[in-house]
């Protein structure tokens, strides 16, 4: 299991925790990240202004991959989602591949091919790694933990770019990720909703309310954290978190945490490896209740 | 009140030749795409039933320099249960470079843009940003943005998101 790790834009700089624990986790899994220098944006901002643009950007970092022979793993949801879209468009389109060769070949010296495939990290958890491997991992009991999944929207959806492998209205991989650690994954209402992001930088205000709709069913349902598996939804639920308290005059105070954390909690690597610290919101309560106070 | 005489007729065709826009036709306005859209559920500004139908009318001026049709947050929840396969996330996208050919760009795009040109990412990755990388035991990161640059100058993008604000 050897992949090209791709953080794209956010990662590196905002989510050193993510980056973190995903190594350490894939590590402990047996997945191999190679890192490519010379990746870079995913294509993702700019396919709304211009997509043929976009299209060019994800096709240079796929023959970055190909290059290499290797399939891409991406931490990001948006990136997961550009990526493969771009990679199946290509596939699929000869007249639209032909285009963007034409542009590649001229500009960069590049060509894409379609040799490679694109996959979220917890889909190559669930997929390539799977849970009973996972499950043997596991010597953390978590089972005192009530936590809330967050799937956000680039990880299932558009399904058909993803070939249709998980129901959008019904997703389960993420619950069972969650779950193969002994945490109870809770269900509530409106638990596939977006959390907003994607309007941040255009209409803060109604990201934020779309975010504190959130935030308050999963506080109704009285989970500890939220689990989620993207940087653009941390940056809603946990850097956004104080603003919306602020907004709506309420106070939530949830831990947001990224899957591998979990999972990293629940295989016995330190909280310290997992980059608990980077947290913004403080993790202490959550660690202390499953944690033997001595190597906390 | 809507004037039949200031409708631009062929904007729905407009629309279809439009990568993403092909299905524009197909909408015979139900209202699924609007009941579950997250970002209706919060501002009454966004309803994409009503975009749709502004553009089928050929209310070409109304859409495209309107501020509603960026409020998608391309959940692709609508895309996912319309019936007639409008595929609407990637008619908004459609409808959106549209809007960026005729010179509406939100200004937070154009700042992207800079990022992108400058960096080849959103986010600056330079001494300090590689520092803390270190710290952790993360490799560094090298930026590439002359890739980036040059790709952005080719679509001539750049160009097209800095005129006319």
């Keep these: 299991m050897k992949y090209a790790l791709f953080l794209g834009c956010t990662i590196p700089v905002r989510s050193l925790n993510y980056e973190l624990s995903a190594r350490r986790v894939a590590e402990a899994l047996g997945i191999e990240f190679f890192d490519i220098n010379g990746f870079e944006c995913c294509g993702y901002p700019v396919k709304t202004l211009d997509q043929h643009t976009a ?6 970092n796929l023959c970055l991959a190909e290059e290499r022979g290797l399939n891409i793993c991406a931490l990001c949801s948006a990136c997961t989602g550009t990526l493969a879209e771009a990679n199946r468009e290509l596939r699929e389109n000869p007249k639209l591949r032909s285009r963007v060769n ?20 917890a889909r190559v958890l669930f ?3 799977g849970l009973e491997k996972i499950r043997e991992r596991v010597h953390t009991d978590l089972s005192s933990l009530q936590l809330a999944a967050h799937y956000g929207c680039h990880y299932l959806k558009p399904s058909h770019i993803y070939d249709h492998i998980e129901d959008p209205e019904q997703p389960h991989t993420l619950d069972d990720l969650i779950e193969v650690t002994g945490a109870k994954s809770l269900v509530f ?14 209409d803060e205000a109604v990201a934020l309310a779309m975010s504190r709709e959130k935030l308050d069913r999963v506080v109704a349902a009285q989970a500890e954290a939220i689990v989620l598996i993207c940087p653009f939804c941390d940056i809603m639920y946990e850097y956004s978190q104080r603003k919306i308290e602020k907004t709506f005059n309420t106070r939530y105070g949830l831990p947001v945490l990224y899957l591998p954390q979990l999972l990293g909690l629940a295989m016995g690597i330190s909280p310290d490896d997992l980059a608990f610290r980077l947290n913004r919101i403080k993790t202490k309560d959550l660690l202390d209740k499953v944690t033997p106070p001595e190597e906390t | 009140m809507i004037k039949i005489s200031e409708l631009d007729h062929d904007f729905k065709h407009e629309i279809a030749r439009e990568p ?7 909408c015979f306005s139900c209202g699924t795409c609007t009941a579950g859209c997250p970002v209706r559920e919060v501002t009454d500004r966004y309803n ?8 089928l009318l050929g209310m070409r001026k109304e859409v495209l320099s309107s501020d509603f049709i960026w409020l998608c947050s391309a959940c692709y929840t609508c895309y996912e249960r319309c019936p007639q396969d409008v595929r609407i996330t990637d008619l908004m996208t459609a409808i959106k470079n549209i809007a960026v ?4 760009t939100p200004p937070p795009f154009t700042t992207q843009i800079d990022l992108l040109k400058e960096h080849g990412r959103l986010y600056e990755i330079g001494e300090f940003e590689n520092q803390k990388r270190v710290d952790l035991g993360l490799p560094e990161i090298k930026e590439n943005a002359e890739e980036i640059q040059t790709l952005l100058s080719t679509t001539g993008i750049e160009k097209r998101v800095a005129s006319r604000k």
């Excluded at chain 2, 994409?48 to 553009?55: E, F, N």
């Excluded at chain 2, 050919?101 to 509406?104: A, F, L, N, P, Y």
């Design chain 2, 48 to 55: 994409p039933r009503k975009i749709i139908r502004m553009a």
């Design chain 1, 55 to 60: 299209l060019l950007l994800a096709a240079r």
């Design chain 2, 20 to 26: 993403g826009g092909e299905h524009i036709k197909r």
């Design chain 1, 102 to 121: 034409n542009d590649l070949n001229a500009t960069l010296g590049k060509s894409y091919r379609g040799t490679v495939e694109v996959k979220h990290f």
């Design chain 1, 127 to 129: 997929q390539d790694v």
């Design chain 2, 101 to 104: 050919r005729e010179g509406h």
């Design chain 1, 189 to 202: 209402e409106g638990r596939n909703r977006c959390c907003g992001g994607g309007v941040l930088a255009v």
